[in-house]
């Protein structure tokens, strides 16, 4: 059966919320998961490198180079509770990212989709970032697969972050009908911010789905340490047509600097897609979209 509507909830952590363990962090979660589900959702989506927040209380020493192994020796029981916590509060939870080990040693940006029913889909980001190929940062392994699942009747993908930005991942996607695409993100500068969303609202337009996206906000204080800002926002966006209100987008927050966010700010976005709008636009009542169009037919002539 498919779904004609779906509420979500985008949290846009605040990194400068302080923690004494992980503790603390499960119940600001579980927080989150009653102003969810008291707004109606049936999703929570959670930001790109949601374990960055478990920095506040990770060893003042830890090198750079060690914060992934740090943060993915943490992630299997943490990731464990988040499971049990959508089973018993009813509802899917998109748990950002968490670094985790693979089976040949090496660590993944890995998303966690849990639904209520036990379910659980898992997607690595496909696109590193110059800081997830460093040595002595955040060494990471590029994803290789993108899933398209279906949950509650609807064809869902995750691109994290820097996925969004490649067109050729909205060509990969197009003939798959999909509904829904989540978009856990984490940015440190404006510029990163625009880059992220204002590609994901392109995205949109060009498989004709909604797309979601969201990020942390503010930085983490390690000790005597002040982490780097955090910039970003929620939004969800859908293909820019009349039935759907002309501009594409479904709902927004306004975008936080990491150096200008307060200490109380922890936003919520509750909006709702209209996904069987949207699947009708799909089959033929879009203004002018002609599908999944690929250019496979294209040549490309160069002069000069």
């Given at each position: 059966?498919?779904?004609?509507?779906?509420?979500?909830?985008?949290?846009?952590?605040?990194?400068?919320?302080?923690?004494?363990?992980?503790?603390?962090?499960?119940?600001?979660?579980?927080?989150?998961?009653?102003?969810?589900?008291?707004?109606?959702?049936?999703?929570?989506?959670?930001?790109?490198?949601?374990?960055?927040?478990?920095?506040?209380?990770?060893?003042?020493?830890?090198?750079?180079?060690?914060?992934?192994?740090?943060?993915?020796?943490?992630?299997?029981?943490?990731?464990?509770?988040?499971?049990?916590?959508?089973?018993?509060?009813?509802?899917?939870?998109?748990?950002?990212?968490?670094?985790?080990?693979?089976?040949?040693?090496?660590?993944?940006?890995?998303?966690?989709?849990?639904?209520?029913?036990?379910?659980?889909?898992?997607?690595?980001?496909?696109?590193?970032?110059?800081?997830?190929?460093?040595?002595?940062?955040?060494?990471?392994?590029?994803?290789?697969?993108?899933?398209?699942?279906?949950?509650?009747?609807?064809?869902?993908?995750?691109?994290?972050?820097?996925?969004?930005?490649?067109?050729?991942?909205?060509?990969?996607?197009?003939?798959?009908?999909?509904?829904?695409?989540?978009?856990?993100?984490?940015?440190?500068?404006?510029?990163?911010?625009?880059?992220?969303?204002?590609?994901?609202?392109?995205?949109?337009?060009?498989?004709?789905?909604?797309?979601?996206?969201?990020?942390?906000?503010?930085?983490?204080?390690?000790?005597?340490?002040?982490?780097?800002?955090?910039?970003?926002?929620?939004?969800?966006?859908l293909p820019c047509e009349e039935s759907l209100g002309h501009n594409g987008i479904?709902?927004?927050?306004?975008?936080?600097?990491?150096?200008?966010?307060?200490?109380?700010?922890?936003?919520?976005?509750?909006?709702?897609?209209?996904?069987?709008?949207?699947?009708?636009?799909?089959?033929?009542?879009?203004?002018?979209?002609?599908?999944?169009?690929?250019?496979d037919h294209i040549t490309i002539k160069t002069q000069g």
């Amino acid at each position: 059966m498919q779904t004609e509507t779906l509420n979500i909830a985008l949290w846009s952590i605040n990194f400068r919320r302080k923690l004494s363990n992980l503790g603390d962090w499960l119940a600001l979660v579980e927080q989150q998961i009653a102003n969810a589900k008291e707004g109606g959702a049936e999703l929570l989506i959670l930001p790109e490198y949601a374990s960055e927040h478990w920095m506040g209380f990770a060893p003042e020493t830890l090198a750079p180079s060690d914060e992934i192994a740090w943060m993915a020796a943490k992630s299997a029981g943490v990731l464990a509770v988040l499971q049990g916590l959508s089973s018993e509060n009813d509802i899917a939870i998109l748990a950002g990212t968490i670094p985790v080990a693979g089976v040949s040693g090496q660590y993944h940006n890995r998303a966690h989709f849990f639904t209520p029913d036990g379910a659980v889909v898992v997607q690595d980001k496909l696109c590193l970032t110059p800081n997830e190929q460093d040595e002595d940062a955040w060494l990471l392994e590029p994803g290789s697969e993108l899933n398209v699942f279906t949950w509650r009747g609807l064809n869902v993908a995750i691109l994290t972050c820097l996925d969004i930005e490649m067109p050729a991942l909205s060509v990969l996607l197009a003939p798959h009908d999909v509904d829904l695409i989540l978009v856990p993100s984490m940015t440190t500068r404006l510029a990163g911010y625009h880059r992220v969303f204002d590609c994901a609202k392109a995205r949109a337009i060009e498989p004709q789905a909604a797309v979601a996206v969201v990020g942390p906000v503010g930085n983490v204080e390690q000790g005597e340490v002040v982490r780097g800002d955090n910039t970003s926002a929620s939004a969800l966006y859908l293909p820019c047509e009349e039935s759907l209100g002309h501009n594409g987008i479904a709902g927004s927050t306004e975008v936080s600097q990491g150096h200008d966010v307060s200490d109380l700010k922890d936003e919520l976005l509750l909006a709702t897609i209209p996904c069987q709008k949207i699947r009708d636009l799909r089959q033929g009542l879009a203004e002018v979209w002609p599908g999944g169009w690929s250019a496979d037919h294209i040549t490309i002539k160069t002069q000069g």
